[in-house]
C-alpha cells in the first residue's frame, strides 16, 4: 500500500547551487548525499516532514553524472525542474507486480538500490500521465540517520 509522498525529484545542473538555494530560501538543509552510479546521479536529499508511517518525506536534488544517464538526458531537453514523484510504501515488490497486473509498465523485474539503501522501481511516465513515477521501501529504520 502507498501510503506517503516520499520524495519529489529535482533535475538540477549544479547541485551545490541548487541545495544552497533550497537552504537560503526555505531554510532547508541536507538530511544525506551520496553518489548513485548505476542511476548516474549525484544526488541530495532535503527532509521535510517525517510521515505517520514510519517514513518521511524529502526534497531529492539529482545533479546527473553522466550525459546519457536518465536525468542528464532529461536535462538536455527539458532543463532544470521537476523530474519524477515517489510514493512510499512497505512493500514496493508487493505493489508494483499488482501495478503492473494493471497494465502499467513497471521498468525493473527486480528493485535496485536507491538513496540510503532504500529498494526502488519506477513506472513508466507514459503509462501515468507524463509523470516519471517511483515507488520506494525506506531501508529498516536506523540504516540509515543521515548523510
Ligand atoms: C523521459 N520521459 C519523461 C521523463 N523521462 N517524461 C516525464 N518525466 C520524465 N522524467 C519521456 C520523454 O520525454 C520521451 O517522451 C519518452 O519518455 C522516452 O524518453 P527518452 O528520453 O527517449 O528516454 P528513454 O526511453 O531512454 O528513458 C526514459 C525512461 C528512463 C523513463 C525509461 O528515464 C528511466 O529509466 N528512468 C528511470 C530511472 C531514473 O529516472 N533514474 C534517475 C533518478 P517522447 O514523447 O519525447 O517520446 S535516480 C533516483 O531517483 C534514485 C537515486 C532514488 O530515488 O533513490
Given at each position: 500500500m502507498l501510503t506517503r509522498i516520499d520524495h519529489i525529484g529535482i533535475a538540477c545542473r549544479d547541485l551545490d547551487k541548487t541545495v544552497e538555494f533550497y537552504r537560503a530560501t526555505y531554510g532547508f538543509e541536507v538530511f544525506?548525499?551520496?553518489?548513485n552510479e548505476e542511476q548516474g546521479v549525484r544526488e541530495a536529499m532535503l527532509k521535510i516532514n517525517d510521515t505517520g508511517d514510519g517514513g518521511a518525506s524529502y526534497?531529492?536534488?539529482?545533479?546527473?553524472?553522466?550525459e546519457d544517464s536518465p536525468v542528464g538526458k532529461w536535462l538536455a531537453k527539458n532543463g532544470e525542474g521537476v523530474h519524477h514523484i515517489a510514493f512510499g510504501t512497505g512493500d514496493v515488490d508487493a505493489d508494483s507486480e499488482e501495478i503492473r497486473a494493471k497494465g502499467v509498465r513497471v521498468l525493473y523485474d527486480e528493485p535496485?538500490?536507491?538513496?540510503?539503501?532504500?529498494?526502488?522501481?519506477?513506472?513508466?511516465?507514459?503509462?501515468?500521465g507524463g509523470v516519471l513515477t517511483e515507488l520506494v521501501t525506506a531501508a529498516e529504520p536506523g540504516a540509515h540517520e543521515g548523510h
Open positions: 544525506h548525499s551520496e553518489v526534497l531529492q536534488l539529482l545533479e546527473p553524472i553522466r535496485r538500490i536507491g538513496s540510503m539503501g532504500s529498494r526502488i522501481t519506477f513506472l513508466h511516465p507514459k503509462d501515468c
